[in-house]
């Protein structure tokens, strides 16, 4: 509500707004005019609020449809879910409806989009959203009464360096564990967006190259070291089937207690290895190592870099973890002595020290707009 009392005072004449949770009976429905209406991939996720199904989640999600308002989806929807989409569209007399699938085709943007979309052959999950918020942002612009011909080459610009941070990014743990070390962040914590990150993980960090036929082929064989936190609630048998194979390392931590949602609380690590092991011993294999370090995230980090080695480091199953994370990697680069490193919120790289040279003071710690809300995590006393 203060955010639509900012809209108000400030006169914005365009808000992209994302329902808190479901739709049906969210806050945002108090919204008297929408431009377009828009839905992602529909994936089981907080159940006790919205449904055990995810045509009972959908529907709870169309609740945003509005008469006479475009709906744009995801068309890798799974076929029941978009005849949910579809009916309740009907029913409350919204549309045109517009499913996508991919970047766009045809015209002058035709070849780029295609380049661009190899690029993110791996990111699949990315490649669909694109699509969809390309989609939807031209309706907008046309309800406008915007020629959007001309603005294409800047949407697209726009489109090639957006940054998502906690979704498939890469960061340098220099500062905090004392050596340069690229680990791979995501927030995946439903089964869903887990079998998305596997999907990426196996393509970017486990591919070897066999050449002993003399036929060059990639086979998956590389460990991963893993560092996973997960909410009290979710599935994690569920998530970390789409996650670990044999020979992979998991490092369990519990994320700290999360602004204004005392409700919300992590697994214990201990746990979430019982899981781990549990979800090996159905492959029939083993873990290399599974060890916890309870809500010590640093020493976490820490014990990764040393035992992983060359080995790949992904840390996900909570977007509060990686709230942590990057909290703990923002006051460590913020330090005088840093090493400049990339922003964590454009991925762009540091032209300079990344401290006031008037004052030598480092930059306030406070979280700046846009940056994700999370926990706040303290390192455990010993």
């Not at 490193?341 to 480092?362: F, I, N, S, Y």
Request: net charge positive; glycine share 8%.
């Amino acid at each position: 509500m203060t955010a639509f009392e900012i809209f108000n005072r400030e006169q914005v004449t365009v808000g992209i707004v994302e329902a808190g949770m479901g739709g049906r009976d969210d806050a945002t429905n108090i919204l008297p005019a929408k431009a377009v209406t828009v839905l992602a991939n529909i994936a089981l996720d907080h159940q006790e609020f919205l449904g055990d199904t995810v045509e009972a989640i959908a529907r709870n999600k169309c609740g945003i449809f509005r008469p006479g308002v475009p709906v744009v989806y995801d068309a890798s929807n799974a076929p029941s879910v978009l005849a949910v989409i579809q009916e309740e569209a009907a029913s409350a007399g919204a549309g045109p409806l517009f499913a996508c699938s991919r970047m766009p085709l045809g015209g002058l943007y035709s070849r780029a989009f295609t380049r661009f979309g190899k690029a993110l052959a791996n990111r699949r999950a990315h490649r669909v959203n694109i699509a969809v918020a390309w989609k939807a942002g031209l309706l907008t612009l046309e309800k406008l009464g915007v020629a959007v011909e001309p603005l294409k080459p800047a949407l697209f610009k726009a489109v090639r360096t957006a940054a998502w941070p906690g979704r498939y990014q890469r960061v340098d743990l220099v500062n905090v564990v004392g050596k340069s070390k690229a680990v791979f962040v995501d927030g995946a914590h439903n089964e869903s967006a887990a079998a998305n990150l596997g999907f990426f993980v196996e393509r970017e960090f486990r591919g070897a190259d066999d050449l002993s036929s003399g036929k060059k082929r990639r086979f998956y064989v590389l460990p991963v070291t893993w560092v996973l936190a997960a909410s009290s609630t979710k599935d994690v048998r569920g998530i970390l089937k789409h996650l670990l194979k044999p020979g992979d390392r998991v490092i369990a931590v519990e994320f700290g207690p999360v602004d204004g949602m005392a409700f919300v609380k992590p697994m214990e690590a201990e746990k979430l290895i019982e899981f781990a092991q549990e979800v090996m011993k159905e492959q029939k294999s083993e873990l290399k190592e599974a060890k916890s370090f309870g809500t010590d995230i640093e020493a976490a980090l820490k014990y990764a870099v040393a035992a992983a080695s060359d080995d790949a480091i992904v840390v996900a199953g909570s977007l509060y973890l990686v709230s942590d994370v990057f909290r703990l990697l923002r006051d460590a680069n913020a330090r005088e002595d840093a090493i400049p490193v990339a922003d964590l919120w454009t991925g762009r790289k540091a032209e300079e020290h990344r401290v006031d040279q008037t004052t030598k003071k480092p930059p306030s710690p406070g979280r700046g707009p846009g940056r994700p809300k999370g926990s706040g995590n303290k390192k455990a006393k010993t």
